[in-house]
């Protein structure tokens, strides 16, 4: 890890979360389009809320989605995305430093991490770790480096043992690491869950998929394209 992205991240840990607390793409473009109307209004507000920051009915009591960046950023930047997934890894090493730097940093932008879960029991596994490793405040560190090591679809690398070592390099408690992951599969295996279906009842069909104060983006887009939009609703934020 170089000097600068080493006071970047620890620059960045007051202002983290996680753990308790959309086929391939295309790089399709799927505007999000704006209905009049007061019952389309109640159907957008409730939109909002599933797509934000806090879990839905369906979620396990106690659930929040692993966040980064200031709670009050006037920009909301949901993420979903699977361990496995080729275009994920693409968006995760090529695009999300960057974007961390110029938006998270400078308090701008909060990201919102949810799990489509859609490869197999590796992404399970990683998943529910990733989760563990939340509940020690490093859930980003840990996905970073699960994307990082990632080889393919069911590949055989993220053994128990290999994730294992992944929170023992990161300086986890590996105790309650190890109890967290035997324990609590099935409180995070219902959270991936509803965040599948939360997905799916908002048109997200694959992964990566992203939403950008409710703007749809569907891949691993340029990293200027997410610029673009992030820009956008900046300025769509300061006229309100």
Known sequence: MTKKRSQRRQARQGR????????STTGKLV???LLGGIGVAIVAAL??????????????????????????????????EDFQCPFCKRFETETLPTLEEKFVDTGQVKFVWRNFQRYGSESTDAGIASYCAGEQ??????KHVVYQNQQGI???IFTEDNLRKYAIDLGLDIGAYE????????FYLEAMQADKDMAQSQG??????????????????????????ISNALNEARQQ
């Open 47 to 80: 939109f909002f809320i599933t797509a934000g920051g806090g879990g839905s009915s369906a979620h396990p009591a106690g659930y929040e989605p692993p966040t980064l960046g200031a709670a009050d950023a006037p920009v909301e930047f949901v993420m979903w």
């Open 204 to 229: 997200v069909n694959g992964t990566p998929a992203f939403f950008i104060n409710g703007e749809f983006i569907s891949g691993a887009q340029p990293t200027s394209t997410f610029e673009a939009f």
């Open 137 to 142: 405040g490093q859930f980003w560190e840990f």
């Open 154 to 156: 069911q590949a055989g």
């Open 16 to 23: 983290r979360g996680g753990g308790r607390q959309p086929s």
């Open 31 to 33: 505007p999000y389009f």
């Open 179 to 186: 109890d967290c992951f035997a324990n609590k599969g099935a």
